[in-house]
């Protein structure tokens, strides 16, 4: 199954970097970054995460939520967390299941790098699907800090 531009983003709900869980449908009401990534501490996931710390004050003051997803688990996600100074939840996918329902599940049992940009109903409205971590951080701020 494959998610893509015009469905609901299938709903989930898991442990994250900051404790307690997420709930996707939880965040409706605002527009939500919700980018997949490999492995945490690689380099490029390693980038990717630190930059979208960088803008995420910025997507704040928009009413924009950044989620980051991997397959790896809570405690890992905090620890990468912490090293990347994300202030935003890095959910746990240790059990693979977001990324099966989303698509994203590579041949190796890893994440594929694809962001989703969803509307405050939890529609996709538009997606990157590549794997160098700049494409994904131009889209975002071009459609929301431009």
Known sequence: MSISVGDVAPDFEAPTSQGGKLKLSGLRGKKVVLYFYPKAFTPGCTVETQRFAEITPLLDQKGVQVVGISVDNANTQHKFAES?????????????GISKSYGVLGMMGLAKR??????????????????????????????FLA
């Not at 940009?117 to 939890?122: H, I, M, Q, S, T």
């Open 114 to 143: 694809v962001t989703f940009f969803l509307d405050e109903n939890g529609k996709v409205v538009d997606l990157v699907d590549a794997m160098r971590p700049a494409a994904h951080l131009d889209r975002t701020r071009e459609r």
């Open 84 to 96: 990347c100074h994300a202030n935003f939840p890095l959910v746990d996918d240790e059990t693979k």
